[in-house]
Nanobody, 121 residues
Framework: QVELVESGGGLVQAGQSLTLSCTATGSFFGIQSMAWYRQAPGKQRELVAAISSDSTTNYADSVKGRFTISRDNAKNTVYLEVNSLKPEDTADYFC???????????????WGKGTLVTVSS
C-alpha cells in the first residue's frame, strides 16, 4: 500500500509564506515525478508545480516566481514553498506522485488527501 501524506497547510494573511510537505509511505520500488495540485471551492483541480526524478521543475504561470517545488529522494518527500500568498491561492493542495510498486511493474498515479491553505486579505 502506498500513501501520500501532506502537511503544512493553515490560515495565513496575504503576503505570508508556508511550506507544504508530502511524504510517500509504504512499500514501493521507486518514485518518478511528484507534483502539487490545488482545488479552490467551485473550481477544477489544477496543476501548481511538478518536479521530475532529475529535479526538472514546471510551474503554473499563476505561481511562477512565488512558489518553489523541491524534493528529497532519500526521504521520499516533495516540498512546496509558497511565498507572497494571495487570497486567490486559497485552496486544498494535493500531492501527486508516480510510484512503481515493484521493479517490474509500471508507474501508477497516487494522490494525497490534501492540505488546506487559506489566505486572508
Amino acid at each position: 500500500q502506498v500513501e501520500l501524506v501532506e502537511s503544512g497547510g493553515g490560515l495565513v494573511q496575504a503576503g505570508q509564506s508556508l511550506t507544504l510537505s508530502c511524504t510517500a509511505t509504504g512499500s514501493f520500488f521507486g518514485i518518478q515525478s511528484m507534483a502539487w495540485y490545488r482545488q479552490a471551492p467551485g473550481k477544477q483541480r489544477e496543476l501548481v508545480a511538478a518536479i521530475s526524478s532529475d529535479s526538472t521543475t514546471n510551474y503554473a504561470d499563476s505561481v511562477k516566481g512565488r512558489f518553489t517545488i523541491s524534493r528529497d529522494n532519500a526521504k521520499n518527500t516533495v516540498y512546496l514553498e509558497v511565498n507572497s500568498l494571495k487570497p486567490e491561492d486559497t485552496a486544498d493542495y494535493f500531492c501527486n506522485a508516480e510510484v512503481k510498486r515493484m521493479w517490474y511493474s509500471q508507474y501508477n498515479n497516487y494522490w494525497g488527501k490534501g492540505t488546506l491553505v487559506t489566505v486572508s486579505s
